[in-house]
């Protein structure tokens, strides 16, 4: 993994300084203002840090190609996306080790302590076990001794992170690939705070930072939304809206192709005259250009799409000819909404369904109905998708941000804590 830094006047300048050197697939792991040292600085403007990693060949995990759904069997085996931006996470250098710690808040503590109880246990169990076998040869006894001298203390940390992510749903698979990406084999002095805040990097780093939503060039941007029945779809584009035409004061329009259900139209119409921006219904692929046409003008047209079960081909087959209509009427780009609270393996076959449409973007709801949040960890890196945006309710505009990788793997990492 390579970290490096780069200081300019802004942060696009330092991220396209950082892109030239390493190329287009760096990662943000952190923005930050800094002053200019000496006497210069009272009389010269702050200039941006940004900190960027950038995974080398190999420490890249091979993602799962998109529509190749695996068998149940199987299992074990950049622009601001809104009006406001979160800067990025802490780096593994030296000289950041206090805010890493700062940022980690109190999972270190929870997982060492979670450590020192387990291991203790461990001693227990094996004072237990020596006393029942007092019977038994030295000869007997002394295999036994030499395994356990080979697990150390890095080893059984490593495992303890592992058992936690799997407790937090994230696939045995992706769990091994972070964990095999440490080494502690010959470290039997590496400190148990370095593992912890080498694992708790890399999953930031395969989350990675989500494109989000762009502006469109000279035409509206066409934002089309996907997702199957009961994700919060409707809801979630009324939050998008109401941000970007409250906060970011930007001309939006609303656009619904979901006829199949008449409460959807109603909601959505409820919530555009709550926003004052316009509201259209689309009954056929014919009538997408001229609804597209009219708000030409405008910064962006957002677009319900019908929610279905993705075994219903019908509807299937009429959602690729609504999205061929629209990709012909302007500039798309695509999100997929998706509910934390499915299981993975029905979140695969949803994902290789829609995968056929479009390309798309991620967009989680009902994180506020979970305590596991490895799901997100294992479509991320299933789909190759980055994940735009996440839903914690139903209120309109609050209960929606933009997806926080730190968050979410300090989440995955203390999911003991949040149910208890």
């Known amino acids: ?26 990662v943000i792991m952190n923005v930050k203002a800094v002053q200019r040292k000496g006497l ?29 759904t695996p068998r149940p069997a199987e299992k074990s085996s950049g622009e601001s996306v809104g009006p406001a931006q979160e800067g990025g996470g802490s780096i593994l250098m030296n000289e950041d080790r206090i805010a890493i710690e700062k940022r980690l808040d109190s999972l270190q503590a929870l997982l060492v302590n979670r450590f020192q109880q387990s291991e203790e246990e461990r001693l227990n169990d094996s004072g237990a076990d020596e006393g029942a076998a007092g019977e038994g040869s030295a000869e007997e006894e002394k295999p036994e001794e030499e395994v356990r001298e080979e697990i150390t203390e890095q080893q059984r940390f490593l495992r303890l992170l592992y058992n936690t992510m799997l407790e937090s749903e994230v696939d045995e698979k992706y769990a091994n690939q972070i964990v095999n990406d440490v080494d502690v084999s010959g470290q039997s002095n590496l400190p148990i705070d370095y593992i912890l805040e080498n694992v708790y990097q890399k999953m930031i780093l395969k989350f990675g930072r989500a494109q989000g939503i762009t502006p469109g060039e000279g035409k509206p941007r066409i934002v089309v939304f996907m997702g199957p029945t009961g994700v919060g779809k409707t809801t979630t584009i009324a939050k998008i809206a109401s941000s970007y035409t409250v906060e970011a004061k930007k001309k939006v329009a609303l656009l619904t192709a979901d006829t199949y259900r008449i409460a959807a139209v109603e909601q959505l119409r409820t919530y555009a005259n709550i926003l004052e ?144």
């Open 277 to 420: 921006v316009p509201f259209r219904v689309i009954y056929s692929e014919e009538e997408v250009r001229g609804a597209v046409e009219e708000f030409d003008d405008y910064d962006y047209v957002f677009v319900d799409t019908m929610g279905h079960s993705h075994k219903n081909e019908e509807q299937l087959g009429h959602m690729k000819n609504l999205f061929q209509a629209l990709s012909e009427a302007g500039e798309c780009q695509t999100f997929l909404v998706l509910s934390a609270t499915t299981k993975y393996r029905d979140l695969l076959k949803i994902v290789a369904t829609y995968d056929g449409i479009a390309d798309f973007q991620l967009i989680f709801t009902k994180l506020d109905e979970t305590a596991a949040m490895g799901n997100l960890l294992n479509m991320k890196l299933f789909t190759d998708t980055p994940i735009a945006f996440v839903t914690n309710g139903q209120n309109v505009p609050n209960d929606i941000e933009q997806f926080n990788p730190q968050k979410t793997v300090k989440q995955i990492l203390s999911i003991r804590q949040e149910r208890n």
């Open 40 to 68: 210069a600085a009272l009389f010269r403007a702050k200039q941006t840090e940004v900190t960027v990693a950038l995974e080398e060949e190999n420490d890249t995990v091979a993602p799962v190609r998109r529509g190749s």
């Open 1 to 26: 993994m390579i970290i490096k830094k780069f200081v300019a006047k802004t942060e696009e300048e330092a991220l396209e300084a950082a892109r030239k050197e390493l190329g287009s697939g760096v």
